[in-house]
Nanobody
């Protein structure tokens, strides 16, 4: 049974930072590309960042230079470091484990 459990969301002021974590179980983590998506209210879910098993990364243009995705295969965990956050980054952030494997989501709110 695949489980992806996110943590680390919350409320932060514009310009602040947050770090998200996603702990995976039930998959061969090291062989998989992992990623983060987000869905803002009233909008479609969109790709934020992805990291392959070879540690190649890809980012949405809107977060390049501000967000960093990383992974620790020993801990079966993927991370998303978010810096210089903007109000438009407000969304539910979902961990993606390939195919249709999703976490439950964690809310990130950027507001004064």
């Amino acid at each position: 049974q695949v489980q992806l459990v996110e943590s680390g969301g919350g409320l932060v002021q514009p310009g602040g930072s947050l770090s998200l974590s996603c702990a995976a179980s039930g998959i061969i983590f090291s062989n998989r590309a992992m990623g983060w998506y987000r869905q803002a209210a009233g909008k479609q879910r969109e790709l934020v960042a992805v990291i392959t098993s070879a540690y190649t990364t890809n980012y949405a243009d809107s977060v390049k230079g501000r967000f960093t995705i990383s992974r620790d295969n020993a801990k079966n965990t993927v991370y998303l470091q978010m810096n210089s956050l903007k109000p438009e980054d407000t969304a539910v952030y979902y961990c993606w484990g390939g195919g249709t494997k999703w976490g439950q989501g964690t809310q990130v709110t950027v507001s004064t």
